[in-house]
């Protein structure tokens, strides 16, 4: 039985769609009735929204989205591959629609993204590295904020035993950075460890060794320079400060006081619980960590759970539309490229047709041309 072919996943792919579609919508009705107490006291902040701070809270959430943009265009510019911010911007609202909206969605958030670098004309070897390399960023700055947040929090003596799993995070991110800074080395143990497994398996030397060898070699002519890596970095810390600046503008839109304090480790705390594959996009998980988090560090449970809520309406359920829209517009851009190209194929491929030549014009050629041949016949009879 063979791999199913494009038109069986888009017919398995519709049912998937509206299947996963109720289920989010069971999941955030469940979380929604399962706090209607909480709610009914969060209303009366609701209510008596500051707009000024509201609006400061979606421009803050708009500029995450462009800080991430400016990642992918950073690391795909060292690869050569121009793209315009108004259009990574366009993508990085798709992918996150994507991921919020299915199980498992950062795999097919991934996938989309990837064939995004692809459709710019960037190879599978640089698509896939700014896929890992913008994840990689993006966990390593939020990794060193959670450590920033750790050693605020510990200043009240309230951590929630988050000790252990932040100083985790930030040893694992010192690991990425230590084997990317070492990746000559790694590459030498990769290409050594595919020769063992070549041998082992009885396999032709080189069968696996030399797609892998150019794959490396493609790797390191797209590394970034030290300013390169420096400005994507910048940008990875803007993404999740933005995030994390919408969440405070959200505090202060409902008039309730800023837990400084445990704000930035609760903030850190619930978006690493967000790549846990429990709910799409972490629903109904971000609203609890956080709440709990930010009420054990002074803040009333009625003020919390407005901010909350009116900041996963802002960060979450607003860009889900617009990411859609989003999707849509890149999809018929698509579109429009694949059918020029298919014009321009056809176009160039036609066999330029000579235009017909009167019957006239063909016995005045032939005339022409046996008058030509006698006149050379005389010239040599007579030399």
């Known amino acids: 039985m063979g791999w199913p072919n494009k ?4 017919r398995f792919w519709r049912p998937f769609r509206t299947v996963a579609g109720f289920v989010l919508l069971g999941v955030a009705v469940w979380v929604i009735v399962g706090k209607s107490s909480e709610l009914s006291g969060a209303g009366a902040f609701l209510t008596q929204l500051r707009w000024p701070w509201l609006a400061l809270g979606a421009f803050a959430e708009l500029g995450s989205f462009v800080a991430l943009a ?3 265009r950073i690391l795909l510019g060292a690869g050569d591959v121009r793209a315009r911010l108004r259009r990574m911007t366009a993508i990085a609202f798709a992918g996150s629609s994507i991921q919020a909206a299915l199980p498992v969605g950062a795999a097919f958030a991934g996938v989309y993204v990837f064939r995004q670098y692809q459709l710019m004309d960037a190879d599978e070897v640089l698509a896939g590295w700014v896929v890992i390399a913008t994840g990689t960023i993006a966990f390593a700055a939020l990794a060193a904020l959670a450590g920033v947040g750790l050693a605020l929090a510990a200043s009240t003596g309230t951590t929630f035993d988050l000790v252990g799993a932040i ?7 010192f690991l990425v950075v230590i084997v990317w800074l070492k990746r000559a080395d790694a590459f030498r143990l990769a290409a050594k460890a595919v020769a063992v497994v070549e041998r082992w398996a009885h396999r032709p ?3 696996f060794s030399k797609p892998l060898g150019r794959v490396l070699e493609r790797m390191r002519a797209v590394a970034p320079t030290r300013y390169e890596w420096a400005r994507a970095v910048m940008a990875g810390f803007s993404y999740w400060v933005a995030d994390c600046g919408c969440l405070t503008f959200a505090f202060l839109a409902v008039g309730a006081p800023v837990p400084w304090q445990g704000l930035l480790l609760a ?3 619930a978006q690493l619980a967000v790549n846990l594959p429990i709910t799409p996009g972490g629903l109904g998980v971000v609203e ?5 988090a930010l009420v054990a560090f002074g803040g009333g449970r009625a003020p919390v759970v407005a901010a909350v809520l009116l900041y996963r309406l802002i960060s979450f359920w607003l860009p889900l539309p617009v990411g ?9 851009q698509r579109r429009r490229r694949e059918s020029a190209l298919q014009d321009k194929a056809i176009s160039s491929s036609a066999v330029p047709v000579l235009p017909a030549v009167p019957d006239g014009a063909n016995s005045v050629t032939k005339t022409s041309d046996q008058g030509s041949r006698a006149v050379a016949e005389g010239r040599s009879a007579t030399s």
């Not at 100083?167 to 991110?173: N, T």
């Not at 609890?288 to 709990?292: D, I, Q």
């Not at 859609?324 to 999809?331: D, F, I, P, R």
Request: proline share 3%.
């Open 7 to 10: 038109r069986q996943l888009r």
């Open 70 to 72: 400016a990642v992918q």
């Open 167 to 173: 100083v985790g995070v930030l040893f694992l991110a």
């Open 205 to 207: 030397p080189g069968q």
């Open 267 to 269: 903030y850190c705390a």
């Open 288 to 292: 609890g960590s956080l709440t709990v």
């Open 324 to 332: 859609a829209g989003c999707y849509v517009a890149l999809a018929r």
